[in-house]
């Protein structure tokens, strides 16, 4: 099983296909296609170019010859090839340090539902959870698609021998603090931490961006952008949210 992600020369960002695992039979029908797609591209510029030369020895009018088409492949395949082999120790730091981050997010909005949460607390879990649980899926194919150690994680953000301690994840004290409070209780801690948490996600992006040599892969700054991007916009509607509270009553 490989991953690829393409982009068609002359496309915007947007012109990425979604990384994923795909078998070899489909990876070499993707770069059959890819070609097949460029021949359409820029076979109209090779024929002009041959008409304007003179008539071609070589090849074809409407694509490459075999040569050029073995050609193509062989490069595409070293490329792709290199991709996998050569990976920055940072980036590699970041997606297994990132799948903890998210795993305990998964494990305090969890607690909701049984902690008496309200209506609009457990709809913000609800988005966390789903979305979460999404990148940890990507980052842990990223890493076993290029041979690296791949922690797991169950449906409920608990992982095999604990979660290692990143930037603005709780402590162990807090984690039971959230674990133990109810209904309203619940509702500020958890807003309270978790935007502790998110800022905290937010550090590990900004340290793996002043890393020399780290997010160079395509697919590494394009996760940490997006993860940088919804970890703030979280914050800010969470904060509202803290602030709209009562007060806590004093004994």
């Not at 050029?68 to 940072?90: C, G, I, K, M």
């Not at 996600?201 to 997006?226: C, H, P, R």
Request: hydrophobic content about 40%.
């Amino acid at each position: 099983m490989r991953s690829v992600y393409i982009q068609l020369p002359g496309l915007p960002d947007e012109g990425w296909l979604e990384q994923r695992s795909i078998d070899d039979a489909t990876f070499l029908m993707t770069r059959i296609r890819a070609l097949s797609v460029l021949t359409v591209l820029f076979g109209p510029i090779v024929a002009v170019g041959c008409a304007s030369a003179g008539p071609a020895t070589t090849g074809s009018a409407t694509g490459p010859s075999d040569t050029d088409r073995a050609r193509l492949e062989a490069l595409y395949r070293a490329r792709t090839d290199s991709a996998f082999l050569t990976v920055h120790e940072a980036d590699a730091r970041f997606m297994t340090g990132m799948i903890h981050h998210h795993a305990q997010a998964l494990v305090m909005s969890h607690l909701a539902p049984q902690n008496g949460a309200s209506e609009s607390i457990r709809t913000l879990t609800g988005r966390i959870i789903n979305a979460q649980t999404d990148e940890i899926a990507v980052m842990q194919r990223w890493l076993r698609d290029r041979g690296r150690p791949v922690p797991e994680v169950d449906q409920s953000g608990h992982m095999m021998g604990g979660h290692m301690q990143m930037a603005g994840m709780l402590t162990p004290e807090q984690l039971e603090e959230l674990a133990a409070a109810r209904s309203q209780e619940y509702d500020r801690l958890f807003l309270t931490y978790m935007i502790q948490h998110h800022n905290g996600a937010v550090d590990m992006v900004d340290v793996l961006f002043a890393t020399d040599g780290a997010a160079q892969d395509d697919f590494v700054f394009k996760l940490a952008s997006d993860i940088q991007v919804d970890q703030k916009t979280e914050v800010a509607r969470m904060q509202r949210m803290l602030d709209a509270m009562p007060a806590r009553e004093t004994p």
